[in-house]
């Protein structure tokens, strides 16, 4: 069993930037394929990126391709995401999820464990 807590969210100017944490406990991280997803009120919970064991892939939605970035360590036992040029689109509760399985997946219904959630709101 992984537990997984997310922090790091908040309010945040369009433009700005935030970094986002995700620690576990309960295993080591290092086992897992990690992902960061995000959802809005009333939408579904969508893919934002996702990092492999190693570190050595990693995969973006296109539209944070340039502005986020996913990284980990495995020895902290903990998972970032850093979030640049932020607009109004990215408010969202972003969620950190472990997966199993090594290969990167996009489909949240993959993953395995997820964090409670982080809440992002970009406004002025």
């Known amino acids: 069993q992984v537990r997984l807590v997310e922090s790091g969210g908040g309010l945040v100017q369009p433009g700005g930037s935030l970094r986002l944490a995700c620690t576990a406990s309960?295993?080591?991280?290092?086992?897992?394929?990690m992902g960061w997803f995000r959802q809005s009120p009333g939408k579904e919970r969508v893919f934002v990126a996702a990092?492999?064991?190693?570190?050595?892939?990693?995969d973006y939605q296109d539209s944070v391709k340039g502005r986020f970035t996913i990284s980990r360590d495995n020895a902290k036992n903990t998972l970032y995401l850093q979030m640049n040029s932020l607009t109004p689109d990215d408010t969202a509760v972003y969620y950190c999820?472990?997966?199993?399985?090594?290969?990167?997946?996009?489909?949240?219904?993959?993953?395995?464990?997820w964090g409670q959630g982080t809440p992002v709101t970009v406004s002025s």
């Open positions: 309960g295993r080591s991280l290092s086992g897992y394929t």
């Open positions: 999820a472990a997966n199993s399985d090594p290969s990167l997946q996009l489909w949240a219904e993959e993953y395995d464990y």
């Open positions: 990092i492999s064991r190693g570190a050595d892939l990693t």
